[in-house]
Nanobody, 125 residues
């Protein structure tokens, strides 16, 4: 079992920055592929960014490339999402997710077997 706890969400003005953190416990964190998803009101949950167990490979959805950075610290069992140049369309609940079976990053929600509770990010215009 893996427990994931997100933090760092909040209200920020357009153009501002936030850093989300996801602390993991209960299993060897370094073996997990980690991703961040988000769900805006009335929309489906979508993959935002992912990182492989070693940090050697990352993925970003097109709308956040150049603005968001995913990273991980396996010594601290934590994955981060640095979000810069935030836009109102980034407003959503952000979820941390862990895939214990695959070494590659996948977009399918059902591939992830552990999820955090979500943290709200609101970007005002």
């Amino acid at each position: 079992q893996v427990q994931l706890v997100e933090s760092g969400g909040g209200l920020v003005q357009s153009g501002g920055s936030l850093r989300l953190s996801c602390a993991a416990s209960g299993r060897t964190f370094s073996s997990l592929t980690m991703s961040w998803f988000r769900q805006a009101p009335g929309k489906e949950r979508q993959l935002v960014a992912g990182i492989t167990w070693s940090g050697g490979s990352t993925y970003y959805t097109d709308s956040v490339k150049g603005r968001f950075t995913i990273s991980r610290d396996n010594a601290k069992n934590t994955v981060y999402l640095q979000m810069n140049s935030l836009k109102p369309e980034d407003t959503a609940v952000y979820y941390c997710a862990a895939d214990s079976l695959r070494t590659q990053i996948v977009a399918r929600e059902w591939s992830y077997d552990y999820w955090g509770q979500g943290t709200q990010v609101t970007v005002s215009s």
